[in-house]
């Protein structure tokens, strides 16, 4: 053996460890989203509306964080299992958190909206037995669809220009706690979360003429997964 040959050898490990190290990373930036559905369940009970409210949430079965990250609206289905009794949807009254647990506005998406984003919105009607799905996201998420022609007036419908959960800030953020809980995530120790808190109305004969409001926290997990979970052949 050559006195070079031990020097080659490892250089040609370091390589590999740090070919190695790049793939797992390329794969680990994976999470799901799911409810915690134990305490919306609680909540319900706690006022008497398991018999009259469903609620229920649409999600990918994954998202990446990072610049690609997909989880820039999600799905709200509320049920009406009342035949007595009409649910309203009080989108102003309607807030949901950051990872940092910052309130937002939440702001309903109608395709080809050009509200203004400072004119209240209309609330929405479930009638008895019905089931109203809507496609929600944060008020800050939105801006202005740039008009193709330059030579154009400005357009008035409103996008979707940034995820609804900003992982760098939290990653970036100067203060430690933060910094703590994006790197537990990070590691799958802990999860992470933000929530949506929902303004109903109920209307029938045990409620007063106008509705009395009630308001459900929905609390959602965010779990990172395995980087394993990354790889093409797993199902998404």
């Given at each position: 053996m050559r006195s070079i040959d031990p020097i080659i050898l490892v250089i040609y490990l370091i390589v590999i460890t740090w070919a190695l190290s790049k793939i797992v990373s390329s794969f680990n930036d994976e999470y799901t989203v799911s409810l915690d559905e134990e305490i919306l369940k609680q909540q319900l009970a706690d006022q008497n509306l398991q018999d009259i409210v469903g609620v229920g949430f649409d999600f990918e079965k994954r998202y990446e964080f990072g610049k690609d990250d997909k989880l820039k609206q999600f799905g709200v289905k509320v049920t009406n299992k009342s035949q007595t009794h009409s649910i309203y949807i009080d989108w102003d009254y309607c807030a949901t958190t950051d990872l940092q647990g910052r309130s937002r506005r939440v702001t309903r998406l109608i395709p080809g909206t050009t509200l203004d984003l400072f004119q209240n919105q209309v609330f929405s009607t479930v009638a008895p037995g019905a089931t109203l799905k809507e496609i929600i996201t944060a008020?800050?998420?939105?801006?202005?669809?740039?008009?193709?022609?330059?030579?154009?007036?400005?357009?008035?419908?409103?996008?979707?220009?940034?995820?609804?959960?900003?992982?760098?800030?939290?990653?970036?953020?100067?203060?430690?706690?933060?910094?703590?809980?994006?790197?537990?995530?990070?590691?799958?120790?802990?999860?992470?979360?933000?929530?949506?808190?929902?303004?109903?109305?109920?209307?029938?004969?045990?409620?007063?003429?106008?509705?009395?409001?009630?308001?459900?926290?929905?609390?959602?997990?965010?779990?990172?997964?395995?980087?394993?979970?990354?790889?093409?052949?797993?199902?998404?």
């Open positions: 008020e800050d998420v939105l801006k202005r669809k740039e008009p193709k022609d330059k030579d154009a007036a400005v357009a008035l419908e409103m996008e979707v220009s940034k995820p609804l959960l900003d992982f760098e800030a939290l990653k970036k953020s100067k203060d430690d706690p933060p910094k703590k809980k994006y790197a537990r995530f990070i590691s799958r120790i802990d999860p992470l979360e933000f929530s949506l808190d929902l303004a109903l109305r109920l209307i029938g004969s045990t409620y007063s003429a106008e509705g009395d409001r009630i308001q459900l926290r929905c609390k959602f997990i965010l779990k990172k997964l395995p980087w394993q979970a990354g790889l093409p052949w797993n199902p998404r």
